[in-house]
C-alpha cells in the first residue's frame, strides 16, 4: 500500500514541473490576512492552529489527534488518493505513514488564513507551505490550499471536515490520468 509519502512526492514532483508554488512567508509562520465573527472563537482556533503547526513540526501524532474530530464522522478530502478518508481512524493511519516518511519537517506555514467563526462552527482557508527532508535525504516542498471547518467539541475546536487541494493544468492532468496505470 502506498503511503502519504510516495503519493505526496509524486503529486509534488508533478505540480513542481505544472505550476508554480508560492514562497512562504519569511515574516510569521501563521499569517492571518482575515478574521469574522466572534474574536474569541477566532482566537481559539489560531491557538489550535498554531499547536497543529507545531505538531507537525515535531511529527507528533498525540497534537494531530487533538486538532481532528476522533469519530467515524470525520471527512476529509486530501491531496492525495483516495479520494475521501472517512473516520479518524483511517486518516490517523495515514498520518502515522506521513511522518515516518521524513527525516525532519522544517516549514509548515499557513499564509494568507482568513478564518471565520460564531459560538459553536467556524471555518479557515489557507495556504500550507511544507517543506521536510525525506528518509531518503531528498528535499520536499509543496504548497497546498486547504479549508478547514471546525465544530466546537467539549469546549474544544475540532477540524470536522477538511479539505487539501492543489492546482492542477489540466491538459497535463489528462495526461496523467490517461497515462496512470490501473491498479
Not at 142 to 153: C, E, G, L, P, Y
Not at 154 to 179: C, E, L, N, Y
Request: glycine fraction near 6%; charged fraction near 25%; charge should be neutral.
Amino acid at each position: 500500500m502506498k503511503t502519504k509519502f510516495s503519493l505526496c512526492v509524486g503529486i509534488a514532483l508533478f505540480f513542481s514541473a505544472h505550476s508554480a508554488v508560492s514562497p512562504a512567508s519569511p515574516q510569521a509562520a501563521i499569517e492571518i490576512v482575515s478574521q469574522k465573527g466572534d474574536a474569541k472563537s477566532v482566537e481559539e482556533i489560531r491557538k489550535e492552529i498554531e499547536l497543529f503547526r507545531q505538531a507537525i513540526l515535531h511529527k507528533d501524532m498525540r497534537g494531530v489527534t487533538r486538532y481532528y474530530w476522533n469519530s467515524p464522522e470525520l471527512v476529509v478530502f486530501d491531496v492525495i488518493t483516495p479520494l475521501s478518508y472517512v473516520g479518524w481512524e483511517s486518516f490517523r493511519k495515514d498520518w502515522e505513514g506521513f511522518f515516518v516518511d521524513f527525516q525532519t519537517i522544517s516549514a509548515y506555514d499557513w499564509n494568507n488564513v482568513a478564518i471565520e467563526a460564531s459560538e459553536n462552527l467556524g471555518y479557515l482557508r489557507a495556504f500550507i507551505h511544507m517543506k521536510g527532508r525525506l528518509n531518503n535525504g531528498e528535499l520536499l516542498e509543496i504548497t497546498v490550499r486547504d479549508t478547514a471547518i471546525f465544530r466546537k467539541v467539549d469546549g474544544q475546536w475540532k477540524v470536522i471536515h477538511d479539505h487539501g487541494s492543489v492546482p492542477f493544468d489540466s491538459f497535463q492532468t489528462r495526461r496523467a490520468v490517461i497515462m496512470a496505470p490501473a491498479s
